[in-house]
C-alpha cells in the first residue's frame, strides 16, 4: 500500500541508489527550502513543522517511507535505508522530523508484537498526520522501571487504565500513545505488565505539558482516570510488556544514536563556521577542541554503523545498544559544550537566531545521560549482561 504513484521500486534491494536519488531530491525541490535553517518559535511549531516535512517526503517519491514494511504503508527496505535518510536530510541542511524519533522508538516493537496496530496507524504517521507517545516512566519508577504503578485491569472486551506517567516526550501533542502497565500484581515487578496503545482523546486522559529549561515543552505529565481502553490495542500478551519493552529498547538506544550523530556531523560544521564569523579570533585551543569532539562523534557513527547493520540483519542487539546510548550521551554532550565554550559571551548575550538556537541545545543536551535510561544504568546493564562482571558488594 503506497497511494503514490512515482515510487521507484528497485530502491529497497539498491541503498546506493536510494542514497543517491534522495539527495538528487533533497538538493532540487524548491518545496523544501522552507524547511532549511528554520528557527521555532515554539515546541508545537517545530513539530508540526516536522510533520509537514514528512508529508512533503512521502508525498513525493515517498522517500522516508522506505525502510518500513509495506504492510504499515512503507516501501520496503530496512533500517539502513532509514539510516540514509537521516544522513542526507542533514547533509542537506535539513531537520531531521522530530516524530521520527518517536517513530523509530515505538513502530519496530508495535508491528512485531501488534501488527494490526501499525498496519491500521503507522500510515498516518508516516505521512506526518499523526504521531505517537512512549508513555513508560512515572514519578516513582524511572530507572527502576519495574516499580511502575499504573494499572490496567480487563473487564470483558477492553481494558481499565489509571495512573499517572511521567517524562512522555512529545507528550504534549501526540496524539496516541504507547503505555506500559501493570496487569499482575504490585510485587509482580516486571512479570506482571503489559504493553498497550490508546489514543490520546480518550475520556479521562489528562495531558500536563513540562515547561523546560530550553524553553521547550515538549514532554509532558500524562494522567489516566479509568481510561477504557479495547482489548485488541494490547501490544503483544498480557503480562508481556517487560519482553516487548526490551524489544523496544534495543531501537530507541541504537536508532536515536544515529539520529543523533546523522545531525552533530552537520552541527559542527555549522558550529565551525559561526565561531569563525564572530568577531576576533577563535579561543585558543579551538582547533584542537573541535577535533577532539568530532573524534567522539566518529567514534558514535562508527558503533552505530555496526549497531543498525546488526538490527537490519534481524539480529537482537539487545543491552549492547547500551554502548551507543553511552557514547552518544558523550558525543552530545561534547559538543554542545565545545559550543558554550566557543561562542563565548556571545553564547550568554546573542539574540542571534543560531546562537539562541545553541543556547537551547546546550540545555537540552543535558539530559542526554538520562533520558532512554542514565549512563550509570546503561554502564550497569553493561558490567551485568554484556561483560558478566561479578557484583560488587558494598561496604
Ligand atoms: C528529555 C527527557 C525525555 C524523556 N522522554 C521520555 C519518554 O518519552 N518516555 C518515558 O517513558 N520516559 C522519558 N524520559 C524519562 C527517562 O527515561 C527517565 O528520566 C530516566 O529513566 C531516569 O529516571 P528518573 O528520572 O526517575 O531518575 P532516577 O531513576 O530517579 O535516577 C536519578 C539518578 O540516580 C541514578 N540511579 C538510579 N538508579 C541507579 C542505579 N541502580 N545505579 C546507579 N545509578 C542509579 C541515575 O543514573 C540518575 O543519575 C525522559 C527524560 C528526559 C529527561
Not at 210 to 235: Q, R, T
Not at 339 to 356: I, K, T, W, Y
Request: net charge negative; glycine share 10%.
Amino acid at each position: 500500500m503506497t497511494g503514490y504513484a512515482l515510487v521507484e521500486t528497485s530502491y529497497p534491494s539498491d541503498l546506493e541508489g536510494y542514497r543517491l536519488a534522495l539527495r538528487r531530491h533533497l538538493a532540487s525541490d524548491p518545496h523544501l527550502d522552507r524547511f532549511r535553517g528554520r528557527h521555532h518559535v515554539s515546541t508545537e511549531e517545530r513539530i508540526s513543522t516536522d510533520a509537514e516535512l514528512m508529508s512533503a517526503l512521502a508525498g513525493t517519491g515517498g522517500w522516508n517511507l522506505y525502510g518500513w514494511p509495506q504492510q504499515i504503508g512503507g516501501l520496503g527496505g530496512d533500517e539502513r535505508h532509514r539510516g540514509i535518510l537521516y544522513d542526507e536530510l542533514s547533509r542537506a541542511g535539513l531537520p531531521v522530523p522530530e516524530p521520527h524519533l518517536l517513530l523509530e522508538t515505538l513502530c519496530p516493537a508495535v508491528t512485531r508484537f501488534a501488527p494490526h496496530l501499525t498496519e491500521r496507524y503507522a500510515p498516518a504517521y508516516l505521512r506526518g498526520k499523526e504521531w505517537w507517545g512512549q508513555c513508560f516512566s512515572e514519578p516513582e519508577a524511572g530507572s527502576d522501571l519495574a516499580a511502575l504503578r499504573t494499572r490496567a485491569r480487563r473487564e470483558g472486551d477492553h481494558y481499565v487504565v489509571s495512573g499517572q506517567k511521567l517524562w512522555t516526550s512529545h507528550g504534549a501533542t501526540a496524539t496516541r500513545l504507547v503505555v506500559l502497565v501493570r496487569t499482575g500484581t504490585t510485587e509482580s515487578r516486571h512479570r506482571g505488565l503489559s504493553m498497550i496503545m490508546l489514543d490520546v482523546d480518550s475520556p479521562g486522559v489528562t495531558v500536563r505539558p513540562i515547561a523546560l529549561a530550553s524553553g521547550d515543552n515538549e514532554l509532558a505529565e500524562i494522567f489516566f482516570d479509568d481510561v477504557v481502553v479495547p482489548a485488541d490495542h494490547l501490544i503483544g500478551e498480557e503480562g508481556q510488556g517487560w519482553t516487548v519493552a526490551m524489544f523496544l529498547l534495543q531501537y530507541e538506544r541504537a536508532m536515536y544514536a544515529w539520529q543523533s550523530a546523522s545531525v552533530a556531523l552537520r552541527r559542527i560544521t555549522e558550529l565551525r563556521d559561526l565561531v569563525t564569523s564572530l568577531p576576533g579570533p577563535p579561543p585558543d585551543g579551538a582547533r584542537r577542541r573541535i577535533g577532539a569532539v568530532y573524534v567522539d562523534i566518529v567514534t558514535l557513527r562508527a558503533r552505530s554503523s555496526h549497531t543498525v547493520r546488526r538490527l537490519a540483519a534481524g539480529e537482537t542487539v539487545g543491552p549492547e545498544a547500551s554502548v551507543d546510548k553511552v557514547l552518544l550521551a558523550a558525543a552530545e554532550q561534547g559538543l554542545n559544550d565545545l559550543a558554550r565554550d566557543l561562542l563565548g559571551p556571545h553564547f550568554l548575550l546573542s539574540n542571534r537566531p543560531e546562537v539562541q538556537a545553541w543556547r537551547a541545545e546546550w540545555w537540552y543536551s543535558r539530559s542526554a545521560t538520562i533520558l532512554g535510561g542514565s549512563s550509570e544504568v546503561q554502564r550497569t546493564i553493561l558490567a551485568d549482561h554484556v561483560l558478566g562482571l561479578p557484583k560488587e558488594h558494598q561496604r
